[in-house]
T-cell receptor, first 115, second 112 residues
Framework: DAGVIQSPRHEVTEMGQEVTLRCKPI?????LFWYRQTMMRGLELLIY????????DSGMPEDRFSAKMPNASFSTLKIQPSEPRDSAVYFCASTRLAGGRNEQFFGPGTRLTVL | AQSVTQLGSHVSVSEGALVLLRCNYS??????LFWYVQYPNQGLQLLLK??????LVKGINGFEAEFKKSETSFHLTKPSAHMSDAAEYFC??????????FGTGTSLTVIP
C-alpha cells in the first residue's frame, strides 16, 4: 500500500494568497484527520471526517480555514487568505473505523511557509 | 473527557542506557492506547498499541509499554538506547468515538 499521500510536500506562499493542501487516504480507510504541528503549539487536531462527513471541526482556528472530503479517496484543506502565523507542518491521517481500536496512519506532511 | 499527559518534554539518555518515557491518561472507560514516533521531517509512525489484550505490549525497534490500569499509565521503555532512537515520541488515547487525543510529545536525545 502506498500509505497516506499528501501534496505538496513543501509550499511557500505570500501573505494573502490562497493555499490548498491535498490528501489521499489509504484505500479502505473511512476516517480522515487533519492536524497542524508547530513548535509552540505542538500537534493540534483541526478537523476529522467519518465516511466523508465532517464530525468535529472545533479545532479549525478561523473561518479562513476550510476542509472538504468530496469522496473517500480525497480531501483538501484550504486557507484563504493565508497569514504568516499559519506557517506550520500540516499532517493528514487516516484509519478504518473500529470504535477507536485502530491506529491512525499519518502522511509525510506538508510544510507550509507563509511570508 | 479524555486527556494524555507526558511527563518530561525532553529526555536525555546515554547510548546503551534504559529509555523510560512516561504517559498518563484520564479516561472514564478502559481506553485504547498508542505510542507513536516522529523522526525529523517525517510523519508519525506507530510504535505499539494497547487494545485490551495483554497488558505488556511489544512494539517495533525493541520498544515495549505496560498498561497499568491502577496507575492510569502507559509508559514506554527500551532496555538499551541506540543513537537511532533519537526522535519525538507521542502517547495517544482513543475511545469508541474514534477521535485520538495526543500528548504534547517527549523529545528523546541519545548521548554517545
Amino acid at each position: 500500500d502506498a500509505g497516506v499521500i499528501q501534496s505538496p510536500r513543501h509550499e511557500v506562499t505570500e501573505m494573502g494568497q490562497e493555499v490548498t493542501l491535498r490528501c489521499k487516504p489509504i484505500s479502505g480507510h473511512n476516517s480522515l484527520f487533519w492536524y497542524r504541528q508547530t513548535m509552540m503549539r505542538g500537534l493540534e487536531l483541526l478537523i476529522y471526517f467519518n465516511n466523508n462527513v465532517p464530525i468535529d471541526d472545533s479545532g479549525m482556528p478561523e473561518d479562513r480555514f476550510s476542509a472538504k472530503m468530496p469522496n473517500a479517496s480525497f480531501s483538501t484543506l484550504k486557507i484563504q487568505p493565508s497569514e504568516p502565523r499559519d506557517s506550520a507542518v500540516y499532517f493528514c491521517a487516516s484509519t478504518r473505523l473500529a470504535g477507536g481500536r485502530n491506529e491512525q496512519f499519518f502522511g509525510p506532511g506538508t510544510r507550509l511557509t507563509v511570508l | 473527557a479524555q486527556s494524555v499527559t507526558q511527563l518530561g518534554s525532553h529526555v536525555s539518555v546515554s547510548e546503551g542506557a534504559l529509555v523510560l518515557l512516561r504517559c498518563n491518561y484520564s479516561s472514564s472507560v478502559p481506553p485504547y492506547l498508542f505510542w507513536y514516533v516522529q523522526y525529523p521531517n517525517q510523519g508519525l509512525q506507530l510504535l505499539l498499541k494497547y487494545t485490551s489484550a495483554a497488558t505488556l505490549v511489544k512494539g517495533i525497534n525493541g520498544f515495549e509499554a505496560e498498561f497499568k490500569k491502577s496507575e492510569t499509565s502507559f509508559h514506554l521503555t527500551k532496555p538499551s538506547a541506540h543513537m537511532s532512537d533519537a526522535a519525538e515520541y507521542f502517547c495517544a488515547v482513543s475511545e469508541t468515538g474514534n477521535q485520538f487525543y495526543f500528548g504534547t510529545g517527549t523529545s528523546l536525545t541519545v548521548i554517545p
